[in-house]
Structures are given as C-alpha cells and as structure tokens.
C-alpha cells in the first residue's frame, strides 16, 4: 500500500498506524461487545482509508478488569472476541489487503487470575514463582492489612495505593494499576524468557510487531523506597523508582536480541512511555541501541492537565502545545523516531479536547487537527472514529461510565468530600470512556455497532457523525484523512523533512516549515499554516511563499497567498510546496 521514495529508511518511517480497541469496533455476533469477526467484515473500510498497520488493543483471556490489559492467557484469544481461528483469519485477510498487524503486549503486569500469579500467591513467600511478581511484607512496625502498613507509600494509577495483602501469606503484592493487575518481577530472568518465548510464538504466527503497554515502568529500583507525598496528595509518587528504571535499557535490548533479531525488515515495535524525557526517548529509538522503533510520549497530552493531574483540567494555551511538540521534533532528528497522535483509547477525543466540536466548526477543526498532527515528522497513529470527528459522550450520571479508572477516581474523591457533580465534569471531559463509545457507523440504531445492546451506550450524535454519511462527503473528515495518508506516502518531504517552527508566541496559529532534500540536487519546502481557533487570524505569510502550489487545504475557498499577510477562516488549515533543482517533488 505504502509507496516510498527511494530510501534506505525503514519503511515504517511512511506508513500511518490505525488502532483498533477490539471490543468498541464492530460486534458480529450481537451480543454488544465488538469481536475478530466485526473487525474482518470492516476491512475494506480501512484499506480504502489508506493506512498500512492496524494496532490492536488486547484480545487476549481477560477478567476485563480493565477491559483487556489485564490477562490471563498470552497465547489465546478471549471468547468474548472470537477463537485463534478467527484471529489467523484476520490476519491474513489484513495481509492480502497489503497491510499489517500489530498485537498489544501488556507484561509489565498480568491479571491475577492468570496462572502465574495463581502460583506465585498460592505458594507462599517459598515456592518456585513467588519472585515471579513484587512481594513485599508490611511496613516494619506495622499490622499487616492495616491503613498505612504497605511495603511504601506509593499510590496506584487507578487510586488507592499500590499494594493489596494478601491474608493467606502474611505478604502484600506491587500493582501499579488496579489490584487485579500484579506487576511481574523483570528482575527475574524466567519472567523475561517467559515473555520472550510468547513473543516469538506470535510473531511465528504471522504478527507484524507489537505496541507495548507502560514499557518504561518495568524496571523497578528493587529497593522499593517511599515516594514524596505532593501537596494535597494522599500517597507518594513512585515514579522516580519505576519511570525508565534502573534495567530498563538492558531489558529492552536484551528483547530486541531474543524476539526481533534475525527478523529485519518486515517488524513495527512501539514502546508506550509514560514520564519519557526526550534523552530516554533518544536512548529508546536510536536504531544503533536497537531497542524499539519509536515511544508514544505524553507530555503533549499532559499539558491541559492542572495541579490535580488529568481530572484537573486547565485550558490548554497553543504556544505550550507548539514548543512542546517542536521539542520532540528538534529533540529526535537524526536520532530516534516519534510517534505522532491525538488520540487513542486512553485519551478524550481529539476534536472535542484541542479543537471546537460544536455542529459550526467540527469538521474544520478536526481536519485542521489532522493536518498539524500529520504533518509532523513521525510516524501517526489513527484511532478509531477520529477520522470521522467522533467527539465526547454526554455521559449523564456516573452509571453511563464504564472504565475502572474513572470509577475509581470518583469513588475516592467522593468518599473524600468532593463535590459529585465536579468529579463528574471532569469524567465527562478528561475519562477514557470518552474514546470507547461504539465505533459509529451509521445513522441507524446503535450507530450500525450492534443488533444488541451495546456494552457503553452510543454516543446520540452517531445519527450525523458517522461512516456511512463521511465516506459520502467528498468534504468530510475521513476523505481529509485519506489525502493527509496519501501525502505521507506520496511527498518525501512530510516523512523526512527536517522542522523549523514559526510564530512561536502566536496564540491562534500554528505555522511551521518542513524541508527536504532528495539527494539529486532538488529540494522540497512545505509551508503549514494552521488557524487552531473559531475566529479569524492574520498570518504573515513568509519571504518566498507568494503564488506557492496549495498541497493541501481543509477550506475550499481558500485564498492564495498573494500578499505578505494572509487571514485565514477560523480553524482554517492549509500545506503549500515549493521546489528548486534536481527531481524534488512528489
């Protein structure tokens, strides 16, 4: 599908990832929770978009804890979403259509029902898998199973601290997440074999790779110590003790030579990296390290985050945004590799968190989105729904939510004095259940997802956003999509170009340039010019860029470049080239 200059670059540095979160996707069989064989019979609908890999959320055996990333079983497919059968079948009808599969590898902790962790509680602090995960005995002084005499002071992502006791043993097991989701102990080389051998049987299996959940956090200072308690906060912050731990390096590249050497070429491998700095996310992807191809970071989708962390929210101001995503673009060129994206099933959609997803500016602002975003040097990541402009559910009450962290996070804080009705604003602006609404595809009841009741109800506004009705409009969100891919496969300069940001300290625009030189003498420009508000903005137009090709615009009407100012309408977004020399262009 992809169609690349001539390059020795890998090809993944061309292609656009689409993930898939299995069980909001497409439901076959009617029992509401989307499956393997929805995901087949929509297909066609992905190839005409345009992407090269699918990533797919876990479908392994789950409690569904957190719906999925907590498994029982590496090596099989949960019921709910269909048999091995259905998955080989998947798979090879993604191949036939030119296109690739990448599994979600989730072993920085597993479910407590998975049998290793069954071994390890059930035999006590001697037997052979006990340091299979992190067991701990209480604080010293402590009653064991008491407030307070935890291992450490650490809290959990998904509230509450980190450790639960376990009465039959005397001891406390780590978990970052939720109590059903152990951390595995990487320190012990079993654990790693264990991991490798799965990993290896997937990819023999035909899998084009793996997205790795939490990467970063599983090298542990053995040590274990407390954490600072921040202001107002009820627990410590461990992170300085499992964010790019002490080992982590080692472990990754010890990965790479046991599961990914001597199968160069065909493999995508992309490290979720929470708390990443642009120095580790350097050691992460410098292909001579061979460690992963490129890290998701976060601090992009960190910055509308107030005192109080993502269910604080605080207005996001462009020039932040700019600079920050500018950083990982100067921070990574010519070592290492981004990843490009707004969404994706633990984040707010996009239009609705960045952009205006009021009937007037929706469209516009989620194409004027894309353009930014793709316009990048990385490789970007698509998840479902937002090449149609899904925007946020209007989630009435706390029963409509579904996902184990917002439930939690309302719990506590509400058992802590909170005001409800705040702690649910923020759910509804900031919740990941925000990204798993069904997948809309057409007006009829539950959007075309289900003959059933859906597992999360569908967001009401799937009667005018959806696929049906995008894939019908020249002017829609998802054919501005499917020009954004072609672009990436079609100019060299989108892929490779180097950046240069432009009006850093313009709060309504976002302006950069992308140059490319193709080796022949020719050398390509592109010019991107993005109005990321719902009102008029006037642009100096730079020296050179009058009378310029218009690559690509999300506004029909759109005005030459005539002047050394232009205006562009309010989340108007537009791509202008210009060559010199040799053969550049696309």
């Known amino acids: 599908m992809t169609t690349t200059a001539s390059t020795d670059e890998p090809w993944w540095k061309t292609a656009v990832v689409y993930q898939i979160y299995p069980r909001s996707f497409a439901d076959s ?28 959320s876990p479908v392994y055996p789950s409690p569904h804890d957190d719906n999925g990333y907590d498994i029982t079983d590496y090596r099989g497919i949960d019921p709910l979403y269909g048999t091995l059968e259905d998955f080989d079948e998947l798979l090879a009808d993604v191949h036939r259509r030119g296109m690739r599969l990448v599994m979600d590898l989730v072993v920085n902790h597993t479910s407590d029902e998975h049998p290793w962790f069954t071994e390890s509680r059930d035999g006590g602090p001697g037997g052979p898998r006990r340091d299979w995960y992190w067991w701990r005995p209480a604080r010293a002084g402590r009653e064991p199973g008491t407030p307070g005499a935890e291992p450490n002071n650490w809290g959990s992502f998904f509230s509450g601290p980190a450790w639960t006791y376990d009465e039959a043993s005397g001891e406390y097991y780590l978990h970052l997440f939720s109590r059903k989701q152990p951390d595995l102990n990487w320190d012990n080389p079993q654990v790693r074999q264990a991991v ?35 202001d107002g906060g009820r627990y410590g912050d461990g992170s300085p003790y499992y964010v790019c731990g002490p080992r982590i390096h080692e472990y990754l590249a010890e990965m790479h030579r046991e599961v990914f050497a001597g199968r160069p070429g065909r493999l995508l491998t992309v490290g979720e990296t929470p ?37 604080d929210p605080r207005p996001l101001w462009l020039p932040e945004l700019k600079a920050s995503l500018a950083r990982w673009q100067t921070g ?92 649910l604003d923020a759910l509804r602006t900031m919740g990941r259940d925000n990204a798993r609404t069904p997948m809309q595809w057409d007006a009829s009841p539950n959007a075309g997802f289900t003959k ?111 002047s050394p100012t232009t205006v562009l309408a309010p989340w108007e977004a537009r791509v202008h080239r210009r060559t010199t020399g040799g053969t550049a262009g696309g």
């Open 29 to 56: 069989d009617g029992d509401g929770v989307g499956d393997l064989r929805g995901i087949i019979q929509r297909l066609d609908y992905l190839a005409e978009l345009g992407v090269d890999v699918l990533w797919l």
């Open 196 to 230: 490798y051998a799965m990993m290896r049987w997937w990819l023999d299996r035909g899998v084009d790779g793996f997205r790795m959940d939490v990467v970063n956090l599983l090298s542990k200072d053995p040590a274990l110590p407390d954490g600072e308690v921040p």
């Open 275 to 311: 708390g990443v700095t642009i120095e580790q996310a350097r050691l992460f992807t410098d292909p001579a390290r061979a460690e992963v191809d490129m890290v998701f970071q976060f601090e992009h989708v960190g910055l509308d985050h107030g005192p109080g962390g993502k269910f």
């Open 332 to 423: 990574l060129n010519g070592v290492g590799w981004n990843s490009l994206y707004w969404n994706n099933h633990d984040q707010p959609r996009a239009v609705s968190r960045f952009g205006d997803d009021s009937p007037r500016h929706r469209v516009r602002s989620a194409t004027a989105l894309a353009t930014v975003l793709h316009l990048h040097r990385g490789t970007p990541y698509v998840y479902q729904g937002e090449e149609l402009g899904m925007t946020n559910a209007p989630f009435a009450s706390v029963e409509d939510f579904r996902d184990i962290e917002s439930l939690r996070h309302f719990e506590e804080e509400v058992a802590h004095g909170a005001d409800p009705e705040a702690v």
């Open 452 to 562: 059933g009741t859906p597992w999360i109800a569908v967001n009401p506004n799937h009667t005018e956003i959806n696929a049906a009705a995008a894939v019908a409009d020249p002017g829609s969100v998802f054919h501005h999509y499917r020009r954004l891919i072609a672009l990436r496969h079609d100019e060299p300069a989108v892929a490779f170009g180097d950046f240069t940001l432009l009006l850093p300290d313009d709060e309504q625009v976002h302006a950069f340039l992308r140059r490319h030189e193709d080796g022949s003498g020719g050398t390509t420009e592109l010019l991107v010019l993005a109005n990321l508000s719902s009102a008029p903005a006037s642009v100096p137009v730079p020296a050179g860029w009058t009378g310029t090709e218009v690559l690509l615009t999300n506004h029909p009407a759109a005005a030459p470049l005539t």
